[in-house]
C-alpha cells in the first residue's frame, strides 16, 4: 500500500507533499497509521484510504460512507448542467463528503470554468470502471463493510435518474446493477440491498416519499431480477456440473427460499 501512496504521488501533477515527506515514504518504512492519517487522508487519496481500512480490519461506518461518497463526487463533480434537479441532487449527494466546496455551475454557459457537462453522461464510464476496480480489490476478503452495498447502489442509482431525466430519448441501462455485479457481488446480496433500498422508500411514504419513486426502485428490482434470469440461463451447464455459485444455482436456492413470494408481493404493491 505504500508503494501504491508513492506511485500516486508521483504521478500526480499536484501533490503539495514536501520532499522531507517524500523522503520518508520512499525510503522508511512508515507505520499504518501515519500512512493512513499523514498520507492518504491528507492527499485525499480515498480509494487508498479504504484499503488501509480493508487491510486493517477497521470497520469505521462514518470515516467509509465519507471516502465512498467522495469518490463517486470525484468523477461527477465539478461538473456544469442545466438542470435543477440534478443541481439538487449532486447538492444532496456531496454532503459527507470530503468535495463538499466543488461547483455545480447551473446554467447553458460554464462562464470558463471548462467543467464536465453532466448531460453528456462522459463520467459513466469512468465512475463505472473505477468503482468495479476497487470493489474487486475490497469485497469478498473478510471486511465487506469497506464496500457499502446499499450506499454504492443508492447514489448510483440516485445518478442514473438524475441523469435520465435530462435525456430525450429513453435509453436507460441498469448500468448500477451491472457495476455491483462486476465486481463480484452475488445475485441474492444485489436484490437484498434493492429490496432493502425500496423497503425504505415505502415505510417512509407517509413521510411524503414521491410514488414515483417507490415505482422506479420496483422497476430497477425488475431489471436485477431480468439481469439474474439472463445470466442463470447462460450459466445453466456450469450449475449442473455443480457450481454452486453460479447464477442458476443462486437463482434456484432463492427460489426455493421465497423469492416467489417476494416477487408476488412486489406485484401486489404495483396494483
Known amino acids: 500500500i505504500q508503494k501504491r501512496v508513492l506511485t500516486t504521488i508521483t504521478q500526480s501533477q499536484d501533490s503539495n507533499l514536501s520532499m522531507a515527506k517524500l523522503d520518508e515514504l520512499q525510503y522508511t518504512l512508515v507505520n499504518v497509521s501515519e500512512l493512513y492519517n499523514n498520507f492518504a487522508c491528507d ?21 467509509i460512507s465519507r471516502l465512498w461518497k467522495s469518490i463517486i463526487c470525484e468523477e461527477v463533480i465539478p461538473c456544469q448542467t442545466s438542470s435543477q434537479s440534478v443541481v439538487d441532487f449532486l447538492t444532496m449527494l456531496k454532503q459527507g463528503s470530503v468535495l463538499e466546496e466543488e461547483v455545480i455551475a447551473f446554467g447553458e454557459n460554464d462562464a470558463g470554468g471548462n467543467n464536465q457537462k453532466f448531460e453528456n453522461g462522459e463520467w459513466i464510464s469512468p465512475l463505472r470502471n473505477r468503482i468495479t476496480v476497487l470493489g474487486k480489490e475490497l469485497f469478498g476478503n ?3 463493510y469497506t464496500f457499502p452495498l446499499d450506499l454504492i447502489v443508492r447514489e448510483l442509482e440516485g445518478l442514473r435518474q438524475a441523469f435520465n431525466k435530462t435525456q430525450e430519448v429513453d435509453t436507460s441501462q441498469p448500468w448500477p446493477a451491472q457495476t455491483v455485479l462486476d465486481v463480484g457481488v452475488p445475485y441474492n446480496m444485489l436484490l437484498e440491498s434493492y429490496d432493502s433500498l425500496y423497503m425504505g422508500e415505502n415505510n417512509a411514504a407517509a413521510g411524503g416519499v414521491d410514488v414515483a419513486t417507490r ?20 450459466s445453466y451447464g456450469s450449475y449442473q456440473n455443480g457450481d454452486g455459485n453460479s447464477p442458476s444455482s443462486q437463482l434456484t436456492q432463492a427460489v426455493n427460499t421465497g423469492l416467489m413470494h417476494r ?8 396494483e
Request: net charge negative; hydrophobic share 50%; proline share 0%.
Open 43 to 63: 492527499l485525499n487519496l480515498f480509494d487508498v484510504c479504504l484499503l488501509i481500512l480493508e487491510t486493517c480490519r477497521q470497520n469505521e461506518v462514518g470515516s
Open 263 to 270: 416477487i408476488h408481493l412486489y406485484k401486489s404493491a404495483l
Open 215 to 234: 415505482l422506479q426502485w420496483l422497476a430497477s428490482i425488475s431489471e436485477v431480477l431480468e439481469l439474474w434470469v439472463t445470466a442463470a440461463v447462460s
Open 142 to 144: 473478510g471486511a465487506n
